[in-house]
């Protein structure tokens, strides 16, 4: 079942200007909260690294606001239920994104991630997240966001984000047959080079 509730929270179809997905992630958040509250941390700990990841990344960069506070319900669940050994830092993730901070989408992208990206624990998910699904997506302020995003992540990691994510963009900035992740690989390129600049003025 896991596999497919972490597939469920990231479904999201291009339909023309649109997509379809929203009804999908919001149901996928409401079943990883019931999971949370139905079974003991002991049962739940092989899973819960997975589904956190997934809620997390959710709750920062979802395009929908009800799908980022559905998700954010579903981790204080996990905080609460699962206690602090399976959920690491959980009490500070829910205090710098709570339910009326993440209604801020620009705020989830440039404020929030980086602040929950600076636990180790989470922060390899995060870049994941953003640089494989988010430079790709058919809303071109998503793509922005998550370049911009990228951008302040670099500074935290700049040595993850140079083995790993700069080979990606590089080649996909050049994709002659997806026009959005050409568009949101460009824009990455640009901000994560702009701080890695930065960061060798700072040296």
């Not at 790993?164 to 047959?177: A, I, N, S, T």
Request: aromatic share 8%.
């Amino acid at each position: 079942v896991i596999p497919r509730i972490v597939e469920a929270i990231q479904y999201d179809v291009p339909r023309r200007r649109t997509s379809v997905g929203q009804n999908v992630r919001d149901a996928a958040c409401y079943t990883c909260w019931a999971l949370a509250r139905a079974y003991a941390p002991d049962v739940l700990q092989p899973f819960v690294r997975k589904l956190n990841l997934s809620v997390i990344s959710t709750f920062l960069f979802d395009r929908e606001v009800n799908c980022r506070r559905a998700a954010s319900a579903a981790f204080q669940e996990m905080v609460g239920r699962q206690g602090a050994k399976n959920v690491p830092h959980g009490i500070a993730i829910l205090t710098a994104a709570d339910f009326y901070t993440l209604g801020n989408r620009k705020s989830s992208y440039i404020n929030i991630a980086p602040k929950i990206a600076s636990f180790r624990e989470y922060r390899e998910s995060i870049i994941d997240t953003l640089y494989v699904v988010k430079l790709a997506h058919w809303d071109i302020e998503i793509r922005d966001l998550s370049s911009k995003s990228l951008g302040q992540l670099t500074i935290l990691d700049p040595e993850l984000v140079f083995r790993k994510v700069l080979p990606f963009v590089m080649e996909h900035c050049l994709d002659e047959q997806n026009m959005a992740a050409r568009h949101g690989c460009t824009m990455a390129l640009a901000e994560i080079v702009a701080s890695l600049e930065g960061i060798e003025r700072h040296c």
